[in-house]
């Protein structure tokens, strides 16, 4: 499951700053920083960029205030998600719903089936419902059953009951009366609404992608406001989930820095109590961030650029994808 992070700080509007609009080009982005006589060599070389220029770009990525950027309500984050994936679902031939849907052993229609169980332990959560049979602590083990019976049936059927079941839930928590700062726990860890449905968005988006890949087909990311509002929730909560996954890291200030449509710059605080003053600066595209989050990128094989310590940036990459199974 991709899910989100524990929830310890809501996803937050950036800072006013001017930078070139989410359209401009790469001639446009490199006017602004100053940088046009080193995009040109880049351009004439073609080769891996010299120190002395990643030292440009560090330095640059260090200084640069936070970028703006729209975010979107969680709820529409995972009703836009829910219809992502029934579109998928619509237009599979008959012979892909047999397909192996890595990393898991599960074919496609098994894994819409383990979608139909966590949507109905969601809408329970959520007073809509009994939960299904199995561990509900675990995540791969909720609906065992359920998953098995489906299994025995047309594919089809398996996506109209989870489409309704997910289109029930949609339709709940775009109500203007749902709260959503009511508490949520899933498989034990709490969130409150709002961080749940953007791990729920978290968990669709990459099962899409799952069976997208299982079919044949090219991924396909979100939209820049969704992944704004995805990766603003993940990196925000980073620093309680280092503590989680490494209690004896001790963290100074951070920036992180995630390029592309949906990325933005964000400054976090360093361990309570700490006198440390040295940044922490981790660059990397907003896309191959969010599908470390979702255990699709080893963080050894995210293409990033590093200033500060290794140990520390390691820890952030680590606790980032501390709920995705």
Do not use: K
Not at 7 to 36: M, N
Not at 98 to 122: F, N
């Amino acid at each position: 499951m991709s899910t989100g992070r524990p929830d310890t700080t809501d996803a937050r509007e950036p800072d006013d700053a001017p930078r070139a609009g989410p359209d401009a080009g790469l001639d446009s982005v490199a006017a602004e920083w100053g940088v046009e006589p080193v995009l040109a060599a880049l351009a004439e070389t073609a080769q891996r960029p010299p120190g002395a220029v990643r030292d440009v770009v560090l330095r640059h990525a260090g200084a640069t205030p936070r970028l703006t950027g729209a975010s979107m309500p969680p709820a529409t984050v995972y009703v836009t998600r829910v219809e992502a994936l029934r579109e998928v679902l619509d237009s599979l031939a008959a012979s892909e719903w047999q397909a192996i849907a890595r990393p898991y052993a599960w074919t496609v229609h098994g894994l819409v089936a383990h979608l139909l169980a966590i949507e109905e332990y969601t809408a329970a959560q959520l007073g809509l419902g009994t939960p299904p049979d199995g561990d509900l602590s675990s995540h791969l083990d909720v609906g065992a059953a359920m998953i098995e019976r489906e299994l025995s049936g047309d594919p089809t059927e398996t996506v109209a009951r989870w489409s309704e079941r997910a289109g029930h839930i949609a339709a709940h928590v775009a109500a203007p009366s749902f709260d959503l700062e009511q508490p949520l726990h899933l498989h034990g860890w709490p969130f409150r609404a709002s961080t749940a449905l953007i791990a729920r968005a978290f968990e669709l988006w990459t099962h899409t992608d799952d069976i997208r890949r299982a079919a044949g087909r090219p991924t396909v990311a979100p939209g820049e406001t969704e992944l704004r509002t995805m990766s603003t929730v993940s990196v925000h909560s980073l620093p309680a989930a280092v503590g989680v996954v490494a209690p004896t890291t001790t963290l100074g200030p951070i920036r992180m820095v995630l390029t592309g449509p949906g990325g933005g710059t964000f400054d976090l605080a360093g361990s309570a109590g700490t006198s440390s003053s040295e940044r922490t600066l981790l660059a990397a595209d907003v896309v191959d961030y969010c599908r470390v989050v979702a255990r699709r990128i080893e963080p050894e094989d995210l293409d990033c650029e590093i200033d500060g310590d290794p140990a520390v940036a390691a820890a952030l990459l680590e606790a980032a994808r501390i709920l995705a199974v």
